[in-house]
């Protein structure tokens, strides 16, 4: 079992800066693609980043230049730096694992709130 927690949401404005950290219980990077989801309101959840074991990068064409997911293998936490906030980033903001051996086994964190807004 794999347990995920987020931390790092918060309200700010448009153009401004926001870091989330997720915890993870152990350490899974050799063993799980981690990345970032989110979901606003009345909408599907979206993937927005993730980091493979390797430590390749992809992300959602809509915040390419603007976010960086990152880890730290000595603190088990993976990072989602996003600069350049617009209005249409604000979701609740989701931590997952997906293991590499059997790719039906995922996790999810409890979730983060983002809101960009003057």
């Known amino acids: 079992q794999v347990q995920l927690v987020e931390s790092g949401g918060g309200l700010v404005q448009p153009g401004g800066s926001l870091r989330l950290s997720c915890a993870a219980s152990?350490?899974?990077?050799?063993?799980?693609?981690m990345g970032w989801y989110r979901q606003a309101p009345g909408k599907q959840r979206e993937l927005v980043a993730t980091?493979?074991?390797?430590?390749?990068?992809r992300y959602e064409d809509s915040v390419k230049g603007r976010f960086t997911i990152s880890r730290d293998t000595a603190k088990n936490t993976v990072n989602l730096q996003m600069n350049s906030l617009k209005p249409e980033d604000t979701a609740v903001y989701y931590c997952?694992?997906?293991?590499?051996?059997?790719?039906?086994?995922?996790?999810w964190g409890q979730g983060t709130q983002v809101t960009v807004s003057s």
């Open positions: 997952s694992a997906r293991s590499t051996v059997i790719d039906t086994i995922m996790y």
């Open positions: 152990g350490s899974i990077f050799s063993r799980y693609l």
């Open positions: 980091i493979t074991t390797g430590g390749s990068t």
